[in-house]
C-alpha cells in the first residue's frame, strides 16, 4: 500500500483566534486509495491485509481530527471506525459527503463533537462552455475541542492528473481550487477572526495555480502548516522559500516547522531556526521549533519576548 498522509496538505487561518485552552490537538489528512466497501467499475477495493494496514496507519498517528479522501460509502467508513475502535482509538464523530462522484468520497472522523455541518455537494462551475460537476464535493464542519474553542474545517479532493476526454485536467482542478476557495473567503467574510483549517490531497505542488489560489493572498492568506516541510534538507545553500501572503504583512509571519503546541502563540519567519526555540502559547503550553533560520536575525528577534509577535 502506498501511504500518502505527507502529500496532503493542510492550511490555515489561525491569526487573532484568541484561544484560551491549553489543550494539544492534532489534524491529519489521509488519501486511502479506493478504501471501498465493494467493487466499482474502474475502481478496485483493498484487500483484508490492506485495509488492516491502513487502521494500522491511523492507530499509529492517532490524530485527534482525520480527514479522508478516496472513501467509499458509509458503511466502508463505519466498517474503518468500528476497526479503529477496537484497536483502541474511538472516533464518536463522524461525517461523510457525497459528491457527483458515486464511488469514492470524502470523510472525517473526529473526538470532537461537531456542532454545525455544511457539506457542498452540488457545486458546478462553467470550462470552455460546459458545466462541470465537482466531483467529490467538499466538507465543512465545525468542531468543539473545548467548551470555549471551536474551529472551523474544510476538507477536499481536487480532480487527479489523471487525463479525462471531457477537458484538461489541470483547468479542472483549478476551477475546483477557485471554489473552493470561494467558500473560504465567504467564512472569513463572516467571521474574519474565525479559527479555520482547510486541509486534503489537492493533487498538486505548492506552487502550482490551483494551490496558490487557495493560499490566496493579503488579508485572507492562509498559511502552509505541514510540519514535515521543517524535516527536509535543503538541497542547496540558498535560503529558503517562505510562504506568500502572511509574510509580507507585518506581524503576521509564517510558521515553516514543526509545531509541537497549540494553540500557537507566535509565528516565525524562516525555517528551519538555528537551535531549539521554545516560548509560551497562550493557555500556558509551549512552542517549539528545530532546525535553522534565514537569516539568523530573524530567529533571534523571534525568541525575543520583548520583540512582540503574539497573533
Known amino acids: 500500500m502506498k501511504t500518502r498522509l505527507p502529500l496532503g496538505m493542510i492550511v490555515g487561518w489561525l491569526l487573532g483566534m484568541g484561544v484560551a485552552a491549553a489543550d494539544r490537538f492534532s489534524v491529519a489528512t489521509y488519501n486511502l486509495e479506493n478504501y471501498l466497501d465493494a ?33 467509499g460509502g458509509t458503511n466502508a467508513l463505519l466498517q474503518l471506525r ?34 454545525a455541518r455544511r457539506p457542498h455537494t452540488d457545486d458546478s462551475f462553467l470550462l470552455q462552455g460546459r458545466r462541470f460537476q465537482v466531483s467529490r464535493g467538499f466538507l465543512e464542519v465545525d468542531l468543539q475541542v473545548t467548551p470555549a474553542f471551536s474551529f472551523t474545517l474544510l476538507a477536499a479532493h481536487l480532480k487527479s492528473k489523471r487525463p479525462v476526454p471531457e477537458a484538461d485536467q489541470a483547468e479542472l482542478r483549478e476551477q475546483e481550487a477557485r471554489l473552493l476557495r470561494e467558500k473560504i473567503d465567504a467564512r472569513l467574510k463572516a467571521n474574519p477572526a474565525i479559527p479555520l483549517l482547510v486541509l486534503g490531497d489537492f493533487n498538486d505542488t505548492r506552487d502550482a495555480k490551483p494551490v496558490r489560489l487557495l493560499i490566496g493572498r493579503g488579508r485572507n492568506a492562509l498559511v502552509d502548516l505541514r510540519p514535515e516541510e521543517a524535516m527536509r534538507t535543503p538541497r ?42 521554545s516560548w509560551p502559547c497562550r493557555g500556558g503550553a509551549r512552542l517549539r521549533i528545530t532546525g535553522r533560520c534565514w537569516p539568523p536575525s530573524v530567529c533571534q528577534a523571534a525568541n525575543d519576548p520583548s520583540s512582540g509577535g503574539e497573533t
Open 39 to 71: 467493487p466499482v467499475p474502474g475502481r478496485t477495493t483493498k484487500p483484508p491485509e490492506a485495509k488492516a494496514r491502513v487502521c494500522d496507519t491511523l492507530l499509529a498517528l492517532r490524530a485527534d481530527v482525520v480527514a479522508l479522501q478516496e472513501m
Open 82 to 115: 468500528a476497526a479503529l475502535a477496537a484497536g483502541g482509538l474511538s472516533y464518536p464523530h463522524w461525517e461523510h459527503v457525497r459528491g457527483h462522484d458515486t464511488n469514492i468520497h470524502v470523510a472525517l472522523l473526529s473526538r470532537f463533537p461537531i456542532t
Open 236 to 277: 542547496s545553500n540558498a535560503p529558503p522559500r517562505t510562504s506568500p501572503g502572511p509574510t509580507s504583512m507585518p506581524g503576521r509571519t509564517t510558521i515553516r516547522a514543526s509545531i509541537t503546541c497549540w494553540p500557537v502563540g507566535r509565528w516565525l519567519t524562516g525555517w528551519p531556526p538555528p537551535r531549539p526555540v
